[in-house]
């Protein structure tokens, strides 16, 4: 039997809920995907303590669904991706936030996160939770081979290629990570990490 490598150590398990703050949050992060994105903002208010870091393709996408920054502060903390070296990520080792989600995700964004590129606060934040042990939720866009969505003046099909589908099911593979693909998904998973913190819901689904 042939002894694991030193790179080869067992995992470590997720961030203790006694390592976060009392009052420690969501940090939800935002990219420039259309699909599913106000029914993702709609289950971001229901959660309690929530902060939204938007990339810079979803600041010039949210606003095509109703979304300006004036909007979104009245219902949010909002962080923006204006440094180079992603300032706000270092919230995150000082107990700050106890999970990150990234609803909706694209492509692009699943892509870099699958290969360990991290240049937009999304990814840097995706990939900081990840060193630290923290809990992750990505909302994956591109899943089927077929994918019905909403632009911001039509309904339209998209159709996903091999390499996109592929780094779907290698992110899922990743450590701390729970990856899901419709927005029941999503709800089921904040709802078991609600559960963990003994946290519930601000307001109901109706």
Not at 20 to 32: E, I, M, N, S, Y
Not at 54 to 75: C, F, I, M, N, Q
Not at 129 to 152: L, N, W
Not at 177 to 205: G, I, K, N, P, Y
Request: overall charge negative.
């Amino acid at each position: 039997m042939t002894a694991p490598s030193a790179h080869q150590s067992a995992p470590t398990a997720a961030r203790d809920l006694a390592d976060f703050k009392p009052d420690a949050r969501f940090a939800w992060c935002v990219t420039g995907s259309g699909h599913m994105l106000e029914e993702s903002i709609a289950l971001a208010r229901r959660l309690p303590r929530v902060d939204l870091f938007l990339s810079a393709a979803a600041e010039e996408v949210l606003p095509l669904y109703g979304w300006t920054l004036d909007k979104l502060r009245e219902e949010f903390r909002v962080l923006r991706d204006n440094s180079a070296s992603g300032v706000p990520v270092g919230m995150l080792y000082h107990g700050v936030y106890h999970t990150v989600v990234i609803a909706p995700a694209t492509s692009n964004t699943v892509a870099k996160c699958a290969y360990g590129i991290s240049d937009t606060l999304p990814t840097n934040m995706y990939a900081q939770a990840g060193k630290q042990c923290i809990p992750g939720i990505v909302f994956a866009c591109d899943t089927e081979p077929s994918v019905i969505t909403h632009s911001p003046d039509a309904w339209v099909e998209l159709r996903p290629r091999a390499i996109e589908l592929d780094n779907v099911e290698r992110l899922a593979r990743f450590e701390y990570t729970t990856l899901v693909r419709s927005l029941d998904e999503l709800e089921a998973a904040l709802a078991q990490r609600l559960a963990t913190l003994d946290l519930a819901w601000t307001t109901s689904s109706s």
